[in-house]
């Protein structure tokens, strides 16, 4: 933190410093710039988008237009039942109020730009709960045109996660999913002549004048200059999380490090939570996350997985502790109930058969040579079960009752343990032929095993804020002048994954209030 007396001129000045470039940053940005403020977008990285542009989009905004276009009737208070009966008493009331409440409006006022359209597609909420809608309620962004040459902002959308992170030539074409909705509100900010865009520029610290109102920031730019921003009705937070940090991550949430997340590279790294801790922030939920199950690559990173149609996941001892077709978030959470997969000695196994061929029964981005998993020991195939354990170093007797247990269940169409198949998202993915398309028998050689860790899709805990997303000390007043939303902040779910599109659709919401509030600011 700086204070206003050791900083004499500044730089530069903007209304809004928006710091980040995700979907919560960008619709933050793009608000201000729509009622008449001028405003700056800084990002750290060399990409727009922040780890928005690796997702599917799916977006959890109850009662919006785009469902209602769909013929799906939702609302702000079905949504809110669901919610609330999800997420409890794990987050704030009112949060959960403000986020529900504005996700339709703002959707609403987001499609008044011809740039930005959402439209429904079918993907299951995550919980059995009063409220729930079986076949989803999420929104998504609709495929937006690829960047003209000589386009520069364009241009500089961030990859999509296989391009980026395991060298695959990704698909010619529009931008689609998160690349498509950070496509669609950057064109929809640059066509509101009141704003800039800045790759490479770092925030470094916040600065704040004698009443601890924050009066803008110091960002520095890739070659080491240092600009001092002025902000004249205020600084949005929107830069991730930290779960890029290996400090953070050991001291907040005492895991390990930091190789296994899905977050976008470059960022993500806590600086924003830091920085508002600096200027007098309190924070909350730090040891929560958006968990997942991952596949573990040789360098050492991890790739999200979900949809599991086989198979099933056992710890050393050979034995099931979940039920596989779990949403993400939940057998994460079920991962560290259990003790499997958050630490590199206790490891989680994925067995499957033969039957799937050169494929893997879920939905994953893995090179089709497999010789550097299996030199690393991530990968083991063997003719039989009892073989399989042998090279894996699984309890052998733990994993054939197992497997003997499960085919029996694959039969009967009935998990006793575990109940997979019985709930609508089990069986969204699911394509077995037998009676329960979730169960598919272990039967057939060859069998495989690929190791799985505790993943996430980042960070979810951070900076309290309020229904206005202004920060807050830890008496209950905000700071003047900041704000913050995303991963950046302590999330308005909670504990808990209610739904897909949950991050990014509350991130959305929370940029949005906020870039209203500094509207509504006196200059």
Same mark, same amino acid.
């Given at each position: ?16 410093? /928006?710091?980040?470039? *995700?979907?919560? +940053?960008? %619709?933050? =940005? @793009?608000?201000? !710039?729509? #009622?008449? $403020?001028?405003?700056?977008? /800084?990002?750290?990285? *060399?990409?727009? +988008?922040? %780890?928005? =542009? @690796?997702?599917? !989009?799916? #977006?959890? $905004? ?462």
């Amino acid at each position: 933190m700086t204070d206003e007396a050791t900083t004499a001129d500044w730089d530069e000045e903007c209304d809004v410093l /928006v710091v980040g470039s *995700g979907g919560g +940053g960008l %619709t933050g =940005a @793009y608000t201000a !710039a729509a #009622l008449g $403020l001028d405003t700056l977008v /800084v990002e750290k990285t *060399g990409y727009y +988008g922040g %780890t928005t =542009a @690796y997702a599917g !989009a799916c #977006l959890w $905004l109850p009662g919006n237009p785009a469902q209602a276009r769909a013929g799906l009737e939702d609302s702000a208070e079905l949504g809110r039942t669901y919610f609330r009966a999800v997420v409890g008493d794990s987050a704030p009331a009112e949060l959960q109020d403000a986020y529900i409440d504005n996700a339709g409006p703002m959707v609403a006022f987001l499609e008044e730009n011809p740039e930005i359209r959402f439209e429904h597609r079918p993907f299951p909420d995550y919980y059995d709960a009063p409220g729930r809608f079986p076949l989803g309620r999420g929104v998504f962004p609709v495929e937006y045109p690829a960047a003209g040459p000589g386009d520069e902002l364009l241009g500089a959308v961030r990859p999509t996660a296989w391009e980026e992170r395991l060298g695959v030539s990704g698909p010619e074409g529009p931008f689609t999913d998160g690349r498509a909705l950070i496509a669609a509100l950057l064109s929809a900010l640059r066509a509101t002549g009141r704003a800039r865009c800045r790759l490479g520029s770092a925030l470094t610290d916040l600065v704040t004048g004698p009443d601890g109102a924050v009066l803008g920031a110091r960002v520095t730019a890739d070659d080491g200059r240092e600009r001092r921003v002025r902000a004249r009705r205020g600084v949005l937070l929107a830069a991730g999380g930290f779960e890029a940090s290996h400090r953070l991550r050991r001291e907040w949430q005492h895991l390990p490090g930091a190789d296994w997340t899905m977050g976008a590279p470059g960022g993500n790294t806590g600086d924003a939570i830091l920085a508002g801790q600096a200027a007098g922030a309190d924070t909350a939920l730090l040891a929560e996350s958006w968990w997942c199950p991952s596949v573990l690559f040789p360098d050492g990173s991890a790739n999200f997985a979900l949809g599991f149609r086989g198979g099933v996941f056992v710890g050393a001892d050979g034995r099931r502790f979940a039920n596989e077709s779990l949403p993400y978030d939940r057998m994460g959470r079920a991962m560290l109930a259990a003790g499997h997969g958050d630490h590199p000695d206790r490891p989680v196994w994925w067995v499957f058969d033969g039957r799937w061929g050169d494929e893997v029964p879920g939905i994953v981005v893995v090179p089709a040579d497999r010789k550097s998993f299996t030199e690393a020991g991530l990968w083991h195939t063997a003719d039989t079960l009892d073989g399989l354990a042998a090279t894996v170093g699984i309890d052998p007797v733990g994993l054939t009752e197992t497997v003997r247990t499960f085919n029996g269940y694959a039969a009967e169409g009935v998990d006793a343990d575990f109940h997979r198949g019985e709930d609508p998202y089990d069986a969204f993915f699911a394509d077995g032929e037998g009676p329960n398309s979730a169960l598919v028998s272990v039967a057939q050689g060859p069998f495989h095993a690929v190791r799985l860790v505790l993943g996430d899709l980042g960070t979810k805990g951070g900076l309290r804020t309020d229904i206005d997303a202004r920060v807050l000390r830890a008496d209950g007043t905000s700071i003047p002048g900041l704000y913050a939303t995303g991963n950046t902040i302590a999330s308005a779910a909670g504990a808990f994954y209610p739904g897909p599109g949950a991050p990014i659709g509350s991130a959305m919401v929370f940029g949005h209030l906020a870039a209203r509030d500094m509207a509504g600011r006196a200059g």
